[in-house]
């Protein structure tokens, strides 16, 4: 971050969930840090993001932005979600309380119980699909938003705090070291890079933090 400021940017930090931001110390060193609940959806957080940019118009920005929609607990969408619903998938309806007092309404996905292996996999990788398609839509959104002028002074890095076992040797969760669990998705856009330039050196997330 020292490093950042000293070339003038602004650096913020934005967090979902208990398990990033000041529960890991993620917001020491930036100018702005916030945290937010794990029951937002990734429109409300795309939001924030937004609000927090506006205030920096006329500036160099560097964003460090960590959303839970990736989150294999936390498969949340909207109740008008455009994605097809596994019909092996529970869907739990639930109500949630943005930072401005609004009551919004969501939906809450995990697959069923008791499925067959092969069943459970599919399921899993199914509503796994979804969330990126989802989550694809709502990060063109942003990025519409912004004109050229701001992407021409802005740095943004989207990223997951640990991969998800998606069925793989018949883990479904995280905290393995198997290769599915231990990849996470991490996006960074530069200023003047105009090509996807895929990184094949193994990154760890602590070199995203100060």
């Known amino acids: 971050v020292s490093i950042l400021n000293n070339a003038g940017y602004k650096t913020i930090s934005i967090n979902q969930g208990g398990r990033a931001g000041k529960a890991v110390y993620l917001d020491r060193g930036f ?25 920096h118009t006329d500036e160099k920005v560097f964003l460090l932005f960590r959303s839970t929609y990736l989150h294999n607990h936390q498969y949340r969408r909207p109740v008008n979600s455009p994605f097809p619903l596994p019909a092996d998938a529970r869907v739990k309806k639930y109500k949630y309380e943005i ?43 942003l990025f519409d938003s912004f004109d050229e002028n701001f992407l021409k002074r802005t740095i943004v890095v989207l990223y997951a705090n640990h991969g998800t076992g998606l069925g793989d040797n018949n883990i479904y969760n995280h905290g393995t070291a198997y290769q599915s ?23 760890g997330l602590i070199s995203l933090v100060p």
Not at 33 to 54: E, G, P, R, T, Y
Request: charged letters at 35%; zero cysteines.
């Open 99 to 141: 930072d401005d007092g609004e009551i919004k309404k969501g939906i809450f996905l995990k697959r069923k119980r008791d499925l067959a292996d092969e069943k459970a996999r599919q399921v899993e990788r199914e509503i796994y699909t979804g969330q990126v398609e989802y989550g694809d839509i709502v990060i063109k959104k």
């Open 31 to 55: 100018d702005e840090s916030s945290q937010w609940s794990s029951k937002l959806l990734f429109d409300d957080m795309i939001d924030i993001v937004k609000s927090s940019l506006a205030k």
């Open 181 to 203: 669990s231990v990849n996470v998705p991490l996006l960074i856009r530069i200023p003047g890079m105009d090509k996807a330039v895929h990184v094949r050196e193994p990154v």
